[in-house]
């Protein structure tokens, strides 16, 4: 197979680490040749830099210039490349699909941004009209009308269907559920140990586009604000720089002298360290297809807490303890049960990760099998 792996506009974090997965996947078959079209940006360049030497792989690297230069490049320079190389597949890594070439198709969704009704009335409550048509609205028309022409359509949990759905018809589309996590049992680690008596550490892991409105950040802070009136021991861990959160209208200082300001940390093992003992993840996403941070929590045994949102159910389970989204009493109300209880957390983390494994498990596992479908359903 030639396959054409459509990779423009992959950026954070989230989307870099199932980028990298995804090399894994297509190096299980070396009989295959891809073309891998991607941005210009620091983490994408330590992936080329890691497989760029592989003789069936070749890299086309664009500098970002805005999405009407991007449609512009997947349809028309697309278009010379794939018959140039006799592409047999394309596979549109974030989102997008092209209109004026005719070979077999798959799309994946990454991001529900423009599929969120919860989100848009957020934007209404804050009265940002304006931003809503800028940052949701107006690629929803595009992103939206790409996605009713496609055909292939991969997610990453069935709850993305479920929201697809009430934006488009999604009854004449095929979708394959395909798991971007490693679910072997290696991967997981042992409950963290929990002695609240001592400093309590809350871990909030997020980028540089923090301050979203679907990111929520502003209910982390409100709750660590009212936290720090209780007098307890903690801190908190954030993958942020002190300059930039002292940029943000959002942060608080008072919380300075409780924080260590992590900034980009791009070292699995420097991040790994971050799940140590009396460690609380918190997330405060409006909207996830995954939430690769929180899986990470699970997976390395510590306390997750997570918006009352379906995405949370169906991607962590009914054992997650959550909150409700939108309220940061209710957050920091959900910490405090957690100080005050006696049960073993252990036992809810190994309920966690048992059902993680079992869901992971239930979906497909490499990409080159979806590949073959494809293929297989345009004969």
């Given at each position: 197979?030639?396959?054409?792996?459509?990779?423009?506009?992959?950026?954070?974090?989230?989307?870099?680490?199932?980028?990298?997965?995804?090399?894994?996947?297509l190096?299980?078959?070396?009989?295959?040749?891809?073309?891998?079209?991607?941005?210009?940006?620091?983490?994408?360049n330590?992936?080329?830099?890691?497989?760029?030497?592989?003789?069936?792989?070749?890299?086309?690297?664009?500098?970002?210039?805005?999405?009407?230069?991007?449609?512009?490049?997947?349809?028309?320079?697309?278009?010379?490349?794939?018959?140039?190389?006799?592409?047999?597949?394309i596979?549109?890594?974030?989102?997008?699909?092209?209109?004026?070439?005719?070979?077999?198709?798959?799309?994946?969704?990454?991001?529900?941004?423009?599929?969120?009704?919860?989100?848009?009335?957020?934007?209404?409550?804050?009265?940002?009209?304006?931003?809503?048509?800028k940052?949701?609205?107006?690629?929803?028309?595009?992103?939206?009308?790409?996605?009713?022409?496609?055909?292939?359509?991969?997610?990453?949990?069935?709850?993305?269907?479920?929201?697809?759905?009430?934006?488009?018809?999604?009854?004449?589309?095929?979708?394959?559920?395909?798991?971007?996590?490693?679910?072997?049992?290696e991967?997981?680690?042992?409950?963290?140990?929990y002695?609240?008596?001592?400093?309590?550490?809350?871990?909030?892991?997020?980028?540089?586009?923090?301050?979203?409105?679907?990111?929520?950040?502003?209910?982390?802070?409100s709750?660590?604000?009212?936290?720090?009136?209780?007098?307890?021991?903690?801190?908190?861990?954030?993958?942020?720089?002190?300059?930039?959160?002292?940029?943000?209208?959002?942060?608080?200082?008072?919380?300075?002298?409780?924080?260590?300001?992590?900034?980009?940390?791009?070292?699995?093992?420097?991040?790994?360290?971050?799940?140590?003992?009396?460690?609380?993840l918190i997330?405060?996403?409006?909207?996830?297809?995954?939430?690769?941070?929180?899986?990470?929590?699970?997976?390395?045994?510590?306390?997750?807490?997570?918006?009352n949102?379906?995405?949370?159910?169906?991607?962590?389970?009914?054992n997650?303890?959550?909150?409700?989204?939108?309220?940061?009493?209710?957050?920091?109300?959900?910490i405090?049960?957690?100080?005050k209880?006696?049960?073993?957390?252990?036992?809810?983390i190994l309920?966690?990760?048992?059902?993680?494994?079992?869901?992971?498990?239930?979906?497909?596992?490499?990409?080159?099998?979806?590949?073959?479908?494809?293929?297989?359903?345009?004969?």
């Open positions: 197979m030639k396959i054409l792996i459509n990779a423009l506009g992959v950026t954070d974090s989230g989307g870099v680490s199932v980028f990298k997965k995804l090399f894994s996947e190096l299980l078959h070396h009989g295959n040749y891809y073309i891998v079209v991607c941005n210009y940006n620091r983490p994408v330590q992936l080329i830099h890691k497989y760029g030497d592989n003789s069936n792989i070749i890299f086309l690297v664009v500098n970002r210039k805005g999405i009407l230069y991007r449609l512009y490049y997947e349809n028309l320079i697309l278009k010379k490349v794939v018959k140039e190389n006799e592409v047999d597949l596979y549109n890594f974030s989102g997008t699909t092209q209109f004026f070439i005719k070979i077999p198709k798959l799309l994946k969704i990454h991001n529900l941004l423009f599929y969120s009704k919860k989100l848009d009335c957020v934007y209404k409550q804050q009265n940002k009209f304006f931003l809503w048509i940052q949701v609205y107006f690629k929803r028309l595009v992103f939206g009308f790409m996605l009713s022409k496609s055909k292939h359509v991969e997610v990453q949990s069935k709850h993305v269907i479920k929201y697809l759905s009430e934006f488009i018809n999604v009854k004449e589309k095929i979708f394959y559920i395909k798991s971007d996590i490693d679910v072997s049992n991967d997981y680690s042992h409950s963290k140990e002695d609240f008596s001592k400093k309590i550490k809350f871990l909030y892991i997020v980028g540089p586009h923090f301050e979203s409105i679907h990111k929520n950040f502003i209910i982390f802070v709750a660590m604000s009212a936290f720090d009136r209780l007098n307890i021991d903690y801190e908190i861990n954030i993958t942020l720089s002190k300059d930039r959160l002292h940029n943000s209208e959002i942060w608080d200082s008072n919380l300075d002298s409780k924080t260590k300001f992590l900034g980009y940390i791009d070292n699995q093992d420097k991040i790994n360290k971050l799940f140590c003992n009396n460690t609380i997330s405060t996403s409006i909207i996830e297809t995954l939430g690769l941070h929180v899986i990470e929590g699970i997976k390395n045994g510590v306390i997750t807490i997570a918006p949102e379906s995405y949370a159910r169906t991607v962590y389970g009914d997650m303890i959550l909150y409700d989204t939108l309220n940061s009493d209710s957050l920091l109300n959900t405090q049960v957690i100080l209880s006696n049960s073993p957390h252990s036992e809810l309920s966690l990760q048992d059902r993680l494994k079992k869901s992971e498990m239930a979906k497909h596992h490499n990409i080159l099998d979806i590949f073959k479908e494809v293929l297989n359903v345009q004969k």
